[in-house]
C-alpha cells in the first residue's frame, strides 16, 4: 500500500459493466438494456459503465460505491444506507437489495478492470472532507427506477454524481471513456440541483417525454376511432402506452351492457383466457350468463383483476358509468403512488355505440403512464404490448359472443 500519510484526495474510478460479475448475469441483463435503450433513443449500442470514488482524507482511505448486497464478503463494510433493486418489495430479499458503502480501507472488487485507472477529481480537504460527510444523505431511491422524476434511472451512477455535485466539484467535464454511458448520472445530478443553495457547476439536460403507442394499438378499430377522444382520456395526461381496439356485435347495446357491468375478478371475469390467467392464480371464472346480483355498479365501486388480498392489489375504481354505453374503470391511486409501487397508471374504457343496423360496435381503449426508464419503457412496451393485444381481443370475441347469444 502506498503511504498516504497526509493526503487527501478524490478518485474516480470507471468499471465496464458487469466486469466483477462471475455470472455474467449483470453484464448480459446490462447489454439488454443497452440494446433495448438504443432502440428507445433510435441509436447505436454504447457500451456501459459504473462508478466508484476513493476518498482520502488527511492519509485515511475510503471507498464509496453503491453495490448490489448479495455476494459481498461478511463484516464491516460501511454500509450508511440501503434499499430495493427493482421493485421496492423486492428490497426484503437480500437477492434485490443494495448498499451504500463509507468503507473505511474498503475494496472496489472490479477496480483491475477500471479503465484508464484513477482520475483525480481534487486533492484537497475540504473536497475529502465534504463527499464523505453527504454518503449518509444519499436520497436512496430504488435502483433501476426514476422515482425522482428526472428521465434517468436511479442507480451506482447517481450516488457518484449526486456525491460530486453536492460536494462542489466540477462534473461538467465527467465522462465515462471513449463513447460509453454511464445510465444514472444524469439522475444524480438533478436530483443534486434541486438541493437549496445548489450552484449550477453543471447543464442538466431537460426531461423528455416520449408518448408511445403499441405496435398493434388499433385491431379492428379504424384510425379515426384511434385517434377520437373516448371518456376516460382525461384522467391520463401521459398516455405512455395506448391501444384502441374494436368488434361489431350483433346485438344492440343495451345487449352488450349487462356483461361489460359484471366483469371482474369474483364477478363475471374478463371473458378471454381463464386458463391462462388462472396458471397465474388470479382464480379467474368467465361466466355465461348475466348474473342479477352483478349488474348494480356504481362510481368508486372496485373492480379487481387480482384475489383479495393478492399483492400488489392490481385493481381499479369505477370513474364513469353511462349505461348502456359508457363504463370507465380509472386508477384507484394517483400516478406517484402507482410508480412508487413499480405499476402503471391506468384506464380502461369501454364503450358500446348503437349501429344503424340494430347492432352494436364496442370499442376498448386501454392507456397507461408509467415510469419512463428504459426498464420502464421496456416491460410496458415489449412486454405488455403482445400480452395485452392477445387477451384483450380474446376478451372482445367473448363479449361479442355471449351478447349474440343472448338475443
Not at 454511458?181 to 444524469?186: D, E, L, N
Not at 381496439?245 to 371475469?269: E, F
Request: glycine share 10%; charged share 20%.
Amino acid at each position: 500500500m502506498p503511504d498516504l500519510s497526509g493526503e487527501s484526495y478524490v478518485d474516480l474510478f470507471w468499471m465496464p459493466l458487469g466486469a466483477g460479475d462471475t455470472t455474467g448475469l449483470i453484464r448480459h441483463s446490462g447489454r439488454a438494456y443497452e440494446a433495448l435503450a438504443a432502440r428507445h433513443d433510435r441509436r447505436s449500442p454504447r457500451a456501459l459503465y459504473h462508478s466508484a470514488l476513493e476518498v482520502v482524507l488527511r492519509g485515511t482511505r475510503y471507498v464509496i460505491e453503491m453495490t448490489p448486497t448479495w455476494g459481498l464478503p461478511a463484516g464491516d463494510r460501511g454500509v450508511v444506507a440501503g434499499g430495493a433493486v427493482g421493485l421496492p418489495l423486492l428490497g426484503r430479499s437480500t437477492l434485490f437489495h443494495y448498499e451504500v458503502h463509507r468503507w473505511r480501507d474498503g475494496v472496489i472488487p472490479d477496480l483491475i478492470t477500471a479503465v484508464g485507472g484513477a482520475r483525480r477529481l481534487s486533492d484537497d480537504e475540504d473536497h475529502a472532507r465534504r463527499v464523505l460527510d453527504l454518503v449518509p444523505d444519499f436520497p436512496a431511491g430504488t435502483w433501476g427506477r426514476d422515482e425522482q422524476d428526472t428521465g434517468d434511472m436511479w442507480n451506482s451512477n447517481s450516488l457518484t454524481s449526486w456525491l460530486l455535485a453536492r460536494s462542489g466539484h466540477d462534473v461538467g467535464t465527467v465522462a465515462p471513456p471513449g463513447d460509453g454511458r454511464a445510465p444514472g448520472w444524469s439522475a444524480g445530478l438533478a436530483v443534486a440541483s434541486r438541493h437549496p443553495g445548489a450552484t449550477a457547476r453543471h447543464p442538466v439536460a431537460p426531461v423528455r417525454r416520449r408518448g408511445w403507442r403499441s405496435p398493434h394499438p388499433s385491431w379492428r378499430a379504424t384510425a379515426a376511432e384511434r385517434e377520437a377522444q373516448m371518456p376516460g382520456d382525461e384522467l391520463i395526461a401521459t398516455a405512455r402506452y395506448r391501444s384502441t381496439r374494436a368488434v361489431d356485435i350483433a346485438a344492440p347495446a343495451s345487449t352488450v351492457w349487462p356483461w361489460l357491468v359484471q366483469m371482474g375478478q369474483g364477478r363475471g371475469g374478463l371473458y378471454s383466457y381463464d386458463w391462462l390467467e388462472n396458471l397465474l392464480g388470479l382464480h379467474m371464472h368467465s361466466a355465461h350468463r348475466v348474473e342479477p346480483h352483478l349488474q348494480h355498479l356504481e362510481v368508486g365501486d372496485r373492480i379487481r383483476l387480482v384475489p383479495e388480498g393478492t399483492e400488489p392489489p392490481l385493481r381499479f375504481t369505477v370513474a364513469r358509468i353511462e349505461p348502456p354505453h359508457v363504463l370507465v374503470w380509472g386508477s384507484e391511486g394517483t400516478l406517484a403512488a402507482a410508480v412508487a409501487a413499480g405499476l402503471p397508471h391506468p384506464c380502461w374504457t369501454f364503450q358500446a355505440v348503437d349501429q344503424p343496423s340494430g347492432g352494436s360496435r364496442l370499442l376498448v381503449r386501454f392507456q397507461c403512464d408509467f415510469d419512463p426508464t428504459p426498464m420502464g419503457s421496456a416491460m410496458y412496451k415489449y412486454g405488455l404490448t403482445p400480452v395485452h393485444l392477445v387477451m384483450e381481443r380474446k376478451m372482445l370475441l367473448g363479449i361479442k359472443a355471449r351478447a349474440e347469444g343472448a338475443r
